[in-house]
């Protein structure tokens, strides 16, 4: 596996639109970091309120890297992670801190409180792209500055046309968070790796290789209307040519995404050659 792609897909399994019981959730990410492109796969996300069950899913002396989402209020996620079984290793946590139009100010300081608390555990704050987006980048880069391991994720999807930023749109926040030196994570509609119409739904969807090419152009120094560009992009080609130029460099801002499908980014990396031999000498 290219450095490039290493760890880009969050095992997703037990969310939507995948939602797989969380015994099978947990079975098939075993398979997944004992097979060739285990070094693709991050954590498996599981919501805090399905803690309290994953030991009895866990093997003797096995250990599980989780990433935590959020779905608790927020003390009673301190008490959730608080009380996490000791084989799980908890890697990162993600919360929303706001809904669509409301000021995420007041919960991004709470976040930024929980960060503090935690020990060694990257935080993800998933702000929505409306109101009072950039300031919170800002508070979020203020944050980071004073060493606390806390960082922005934003949706790219869901059930709604609104939910999906336009490549403009996406683009911008790419270029304010490379301003900021301010990593980011994803989340949604990231199915494959070339952006595409689903003919399901009618929504445009974002991909996941445009993202690639889009964040790497972003920190070579590229504005918003050549991001832009590439995030809209359908022909792969240009795609391709981005990542094969960076295959042996670790990916600059973008931690990744959650998928609740790894088979499916996979079969995309296998079809446009950038796994298994694609990026050979």
Not at 247 to 268: A, F, H, K, M, N
Request: hydrophobic fraction near 50%; glycine fraction near 10%; charged fraction near 20%.
């Amino acid at each position: 596996m290219p450095r490039l792609l290493a760890g880009l897909v969050d095992d997703a399994a037990v969310f939507p639109p995948g939602s797989a019981p969380l015994p099978e959730a947990v079975t098939a990410h075993r398979d997944h970091r004992a097979a060739w492109y285990a070094d693709l796969v991050g954590p498996l996300l599981v919501p805090a309120s399905a803690l309290p069950a994953l030991p009895a899913l866990l093997g003797g002396d096995e250990r599980l890297a989780v990433g935590v989402i959020g779905d608790l209020p927020r003390g009673q996620l301190d008490a959730a992670l608080a009380a996490a079984d000791p084989r799980l290793a908890v890697r990162q946590v993600e919360a929303a801190v706001a809904k669509r139009g409301e000021d995420p100010q007041p919960g991004l300081t709470e976040l930024i409180k929980l960060t503090e608390r935690l020990d060694d555990v990257r935080v993800y704050a998933e702000i929505p792209l409306t109101l009072g987006l950039m300031a919170a980048l800002d508070t979020l880069a203020e944050a980071r500055a004073t060493g606390l391991p806390i960082a922005a994720k934003f949706r790219t999807g869901g059930l709604a046309a609104e939910l999906f930023p336009t490549p403009g749109e996406l683009a911008a926040v790419i270029c304010a968070c490379r301003d900021r030196e301010l990593p980011f994570k994803l989340t949604a509609g990231l199915h494959h790796a070339v952006r595409h119409l689903d003919p399901e739904t009618g929504f445009t969807h974002h991909g996941f290789g445009n993202v690639l090419a889009a964040t790497l152009a972003a920190a070579e120094g590229a504005e918003v209307p050549e991001v832009a560009v590439l995030l809209a992009a359908m022909d792969p080609v240009r795609l391709v040519e981005q990542a094969r130029e960076r295959r042996d460099v670790g990916r600059p801002l973008w931690i990744g995404y959650g998928s609740c499908s790894i088979v499916e980014p996979l079969t995309d990396l296998i079809r446009l050659g950038l796994v298994n031999g694609g990026f050979e000498a």
